[in-house]
């Protein structure tokens, strides 16, 4: 039976752990009656994104649901209508914002997600293979029920459920407009998960702070979900068991080989890269083969990885796994020898060898795969795999150098198969004050009275505008903005985004043509009445020569 490397195996979710309901707080409670609504009959012309939590949707024109037999007697309609009026790919910094609060409410219930999720992106990604272009991060894990057929996916079903639930939740927000894949929703997942988990500063494991915002910000969006999945692309997932039953160092070498097979030669990573995404194996139990619950073999590769390890090792707020270089410490300083020939004799830490993995038992629980072991030595046969133990061991040394590894090969990983354009979320906000508290406790405050609406218009608007100026700078900007389009834009272009708006025509703005406008929009934002930039700056001169 072969798996990803069993990243992050999963377990249950017990019923009373599933999911925490968080209260979803409007904006705008007044304007919000307006357009609630419980079946296709209050309104027209559909009741879509019902609430889960309220029984409530909102009326729209956009994807219909299935009308409900049984109409509300009095269907009362009135106002301007709903916030959205149209459903982009690309979410906004608040509706990212929204969902890391959902996310880390949800696993803050049931900690075993983290290494759930991870494995999660790493099974959807790691079904490309660049020699047929077929698979890769599609979300087809989400979409396809019968990818959870393959052994490779085993016990893959609770973490799919949940993350499916979360997507429609989110979605389903009365201030969300967003429609996102099911392959970016896949993909941020396991990118939340190795943000969350780690130190940044004084920031412990398992608490979100704005530095840890600041970098799930960075994320890109706008994965296409494939409508044709096949559950035979799991075959490009690398297994543990290539060497099964052999001696010690063919294992060694058959596990090395499937390691250069798999995720070299089909996923098109590099040796370095391979070794840090094997990384991932720092936090979650091996649940892929032994399930969980009393009596399972599950047990995490390194003390570090265990569910709640980061409360009983740190203490405080820290709370979940710990992901860090504690992996490749292992391989590099727990484990006595220094080749596969000498492991053979000398298996120390593992106390128990099985035909594809090793356990150290009973003190400490811990599991190590074939694939885990062919890392840690040098290659005894380079034609098979190349030495992965340089880049162990390097890894071992350096956590800061393991993460910033890391984080690279997991966005190169997140596109495998990608061939659409992807964006950073964009700037325009329905909600200026966000905390990372749980949901329950989050207060909002709107940007003015306005909707959503108009300050989607807005933006999309001032784009529509910039659309049409000079790239000339000494030609008059037409035509000319409002000052609080000038402000909009002057923020996005300083942040140097290309940010992907609701008609695609518009998205296709490149970096170039924003670098060439933001002379314009400084002059404008100094004074954004003035239209002339000549005739402004020869007046800036002017003052300056007067005595």
Known sequence: MKTFFAFMAMAAMSQAQRRRKPEFVDIHPDSRKMCECQTDYDCKPFCRNINPYTGKGICSGHSPTRPTPKPTPFPTVTGEGCPCES??????????????????????????????WLRLSFHDAGTFNQMFDEGGANGCLLNDPAMLIPGENDHLDGPVASLKTIKNNWMAHPYVCVNVSSADMIQFAGFF???RQRHMGIVPPGVIDAAKVAMLMTFKWGRKDEMECDNGWTDNLPGFSAGAFGSTVSRCIASGGEIKNKMMDRNGFTDKEAVALIGAHTIGQIRNTFGSGPGSLAAPWVEDGDDNAAAVLLGGAANGPIFNNRFHDFLTNDIVADTCPEF?????????????????????????????????????????HPHFHTFTQAFAISNNDFLDVFDAAYNKMSMLGVNVPVFLPTLPCCITEMTHKPITQITRKPITQMTRKPIRGVFDGAYNKMSMFTQEADKPITPALTKAEVLMLFKDVESNRTVALSDPKLAQSTQEVLENFKKHLTVLKTNPKREDKTAFENEQKKKKNEP
């Open 87 to 116: 459903h982009p790919p690309i979410p906004t910094e608040c509706e990212v914002k929204l969902l890391i609060e959902m996310l880390d409410t949800i696993i803050s219930g049931n900690l075993a997600l983290n290494g759930q």
């Open 193 to 195: 998960v190795t943000v």
């Open 344 to 384: 053979d004799l000398v298996m120390s830490p593992f106390t128990t060898q099985f035909p594809d993995w090793y356990r150290v038992d009973p003190i400490d629980d811990l599991d190590h795969l074939d694939t885990d072991i062919a890392i840690a030595f040098p290659s005894e046969d380079l034609s098979i």
